[in-house]
T-cell receptor, first 116, second 110 residues
């Protein structure tokens, strides 16, 4: 069964450093997402991406965050200057479609980001 | 923005007992999705409900969407140890953004 993959599984970085989290969505999917989950808390939406542009973003997704689809397979989340409170599990997800009809989102295994 | 409240936060049951988690919204929802997250794992889609009063079953799991489309429930009959994890309800708007409930952590004693 096709699956979303994410690398690395765990990233440790120092406060103020830039990190790039990588995702390979399912190949025929058109919508891509990033979510985060602080330990023990609920999953929070960060951003959705379609047709090479951001379609929606949350208030968490401020100027220090950016997303990119650099080629036909990868989808990245960049955090420019990490803060301690960015420590969380970051999940990438993809869906076949979106728009007015809701579609199942497939989540990757996540990248645990630890900012020290 | 759209929010969903989920209760209980935590439930510890004896294997074989039933389990229910509830999701509520103050506004009408276009749909409700349920996800399961095993400890240390990622959310895995279980089901989506879109119609008022809809009921769907998956083996021992029964999902309901309220008549007013403001609440939903997930009921597990005769829990097993494989059911442990966190169950989240979620809703989206135009398929672009999933808003998750806080989740209900299920622990099963064998």
């Amino acid at each position: 069964e096709p699956e979303v993959t994410q690398t690395p599984s765990h990233q440790v970085t120092q406060m103020g450093q830039e990190v790039i989290l990588r995702c390979v969505p399912i190949s025929n999917h058109l919508y891509f997402y990033w979510y985060r989950q602080i330990l023990g808390q609920k999953v929070e939406f960060l951003v959705s991406f379609y047709n090479n542009e951001i379609s929606e973003k949350s208030e968490i997704f401020d100027d220090q965050f950016s997303v990119e689809r650099p080629d036909g397979s990868n989808f990245t989340l960049k955090i420019r200057s990490t803060k301690l409170e960015d420590s969380a599990m970051y999940f990438c997800a993809s869906s076949e479609a979106g728009g007015p009809s809701s579609y199942e989102q497939y989540f990757g295994p996540g990248t645990r980001l630890t900012v020290t | 923005g759209q929010q969903v409240m989920q209760i209980p936060q935590y439930q510890h049951v004896q294997e074989g007992e039933d389990f229910t988690t509830y999701c509520n919204s103050s506004t009408t929802l276009s749909n409700i999705q349920w996800y399961k997250q095993r400890p240390g794992g990622h959310p895995v889609f279980l089901i989506q409900l879109v119609k008022s009063g809809e009921v769907k079953k998956q083996k021992r799991l029964t999902f309901q969407f309220g008549e007013a489309k403001k609440n939903s429930s997930l009921h597990i009959t005769a829990t097993q140890t494989t059911d442990v994890g966190t169950y989240f309800c979620a809703t989206d708007r135009y398929g672009n953004k999933l808003v998750f409930g806080a989740g209900t952590i299920l622990r099963v004693k064998s």
